[in-house]
């Protein structure tokens, strides 16, 4: 937290340098979520079925971290901070986006086609080997 504190302060100064008006409403957690989304852009994951997630851009399986406070709550879609691997990959530091934001965000990196809400098609099947099995 020192650190977040720190570079808090950072930032509040340089504002201040360039006269740039600083205005904050923490109960506004879309604009948060937007603002670390397009940093993390690459980073987004889809929900498949069992509780396994697939990434978006690329073809590659993760699973929610049991640590994570949404490993019980499986949102459709997330945004994470890193890939851990132990025994699956697990992503850590995950929180919940609109895939919709991603097209706003990251056109260069993200069509209409990627993003666009498969709530009415059905869920494909999480793909596993004979040694991986979703939980």
């Not at 919940?96 to 709530?119: C, F």
Request: aromatic fraction near 8%; include cysteine.
């Amino acid at each position: 937290m020192k650190r977040a504190r720190d570079i808090r302060d950072q930032l509040e100064r340089l504002l201040e340098r360039v006269e740039i008006e600083i205005t904050s409403n923490p109960a506004d957690l879309v604009s948060i979520k937007k603002a670390i989304a397009s940093g993390f852009f690459p980073h987004v994951a889809r929900l498949l079925k069992n509780a396994c997630y697939r990434r978006i851009k690329h073809p590659q399986t993760a699973y929610l971290h049991p640590s994570s406070g949404l490993a019980q709550v499986s949102p459709k879609c997330v945004l994470y901070h890193e890939m851990v691997l132990t025994t699956k990959e697990y992503m850590r530091n995950v929180t919940e986006i609109e895939p919709k934001w991603l097209a706003e965000i990251a056109p260069h990196y993200y069509q209409l086609k990627d993003v666009k809400d498969s709530g009415s098609k059905k869920m494909p099947r999480c793909q596993t080997t004979s040694t991986e099995y979703c939980i």
